[in-house]
């Protein structure tokens, strides 16, 4: 299992910007799905973005995003460093939550926690209105 490590959250105000990471060790990263989940107070965990684990055309990694946000939300990895990021501009207060990276081996991009074998141990994101 690839061992996962979030960083990056915080308090912001909404409107404002915040960039997590999530750096992997123990395995080959570039091996792996990547996904950010996120879950509030009191509610199931939902799912954030998804990056592939090869890039398969000219443009690049495959991506999903949640509807509630795209276009706000960049998920991105940097394989030299190991590294997961998510860039969350326009935050707004309903993004409150814990923010969890999750690993997948290779296989297509999914929305279903379940299919993800790691885990990191969470990161806060609050924004206040």
């Known amino acids: 299992q690839v061992q996962l490590v979030e960083s990056g959250g915080g308090l912001v105000q909404a409107g404002g910007s915040l960039r997590l990471s999530c750096t992997a060790s123990?395995?080959?990263?570039?091996?792996?799905?990547m996904n950010w989940f996120r879950q509030a107070s009191g509610k199931e965990r939902e799912f954030v973005a998804a990056?592939?684990?090869?890039?398969?055309?000219?443009?690049?990694?495959?991506?999903l995003y949640a509807d509630s946000v795209k276009g706000r939300f960049t998920i991105s990895r940097d394989n030299a460093k190991n590294t997961l990021y998510l860039q969350m501009d326009s935050l707004k207060p309903e993004d409150t939550a814990v923010y969890y990276c999750?690993?997948?081996?290779?296989?297509?991009?999914?929305?279903?926690?379940?299919?993800?074998?790691?885990w990191g141990q969470g990161t806060q994101v609050t924004v206040s209105s």
């Open positions: 123990g395995r080959t990263f570039t091996n792996y799905a």
């Open positions: 999750a690993a997948k081996l290779r296989g297509g991009m999914s929305t279903t926690p379940s299919d993800y074998q790691s």
């Open positions: 990056i592939s684990w090869v890039a398969l055309s000219r443009s690049g990694y495959s991506k």
